[in-house]
């Protein structure tokens, strides 16, 4: 039995699984097994990036701040994708907060190897570069989507995302937590929850949420949620 093979195995990031298990095999020796508890801030903007994760499960955000605090959260990346887009750049500085929203699982490699991976014609860069995409789609749709979609469709298109990432239709999500990358009203927030539960897509009770009926939620959301799910698909299905 291919003993890279084995290895590749045992992850569930869809960037490395699409890999060759011999480009994999190489890359295992730099990729380092860590749990990021949720709320956990991986990186603040204006911080340099040090390491890059490929997640296996839950979800990390990228948010912009303020100097008054607020924030917007510009995209979420989940074991679809990886975190480390400024050391490909060459810049190595955040421009965004990176915080992790939901318990995860990720392999973590040096920014100085990551940046060498990153060079180094083959498959990785490939795939780096095509998620890099996806990326930028979601910093593209998220002012279209802040300033013209209500709190009722981002809230929706939040709780798709979350389903997607975390394969689960129950996680924690407090109204504080949605305030803070979604509306800095909360009122609207509460508004929101109540019209999405009152449709019987939701569910939500103490900071934890159900999902009912996903097609619910899909007709409550808007177009940017698609947007972003099919330039995903096309990355990790090519």
Request: charged share 25%.
């Given at each position: ?17 699409t ?40 979800m ?41 929203q ?82 800095r ?20 009770d ?22 972003v ?10």
């Amino acid at each position: 039995m291919d003993s890279s093979k084995d290895i590749q195995g045992s992850t569930t990031n869809r960037l490395l699984a699409t890999l060759p298990p011999d480009e994999y095999k190489r890359l295992s020796a730099a990729l380092h097994e860590v749990r990021l508890p949720r709320n956990r801030i991986l990186c603040e903007a204006g911080d340099s990036v040090h390491y890059a994760y490929f997640l296996n499960s839950g979800m990390a955000s990228l948010l912009a701040i303020t100097e008054e605090g607020s924030s917007i959260e510009l995209a979420t990346v989940g074991s679809e994708g990886f975190i480390g887009g400024p050391i490909i750049d060459r810049i190595g500085i955040s421009p965004y907060r990176v915080t992790v929203q939901a318990t995860t699982i990720a392999y973590r490699m040096e920014a100085r190897q990551f940046r060498l991976e990153s060079d180094r014609v083959g498959p990785l860069r490939e795939l780096l570069l095509r998620y890099s995409h996806v990326v930028d789609s979601q910093l593209t749709q998220a002012p279209i989507c802040y300033l013209t979609h209500s709190v009722e469709q981002r809230l929706a298109r939040r709780l798709l995302t979350m389903n997607d990432c975390l394969g689960s239709q129950n996680f924690e999500l407090t109204q504080e937590e949605l305030s803070l990358i979604l509306d800095r009203h909360r009122n609207r927030i509460s508004t929101a929850t109540i019209e999405l539960r009152e449709r019987g897509a939701i569910e939500i009770d103490r900071g934890k949420v159900a999902i009912i009926d996903r097609k619910k939620l899909e007709a409550a959301t808007c177009e940017c949620y698609r947007i972003v799910q099919t330039s995903i698909e096309r990355v990790v299905a090519a």
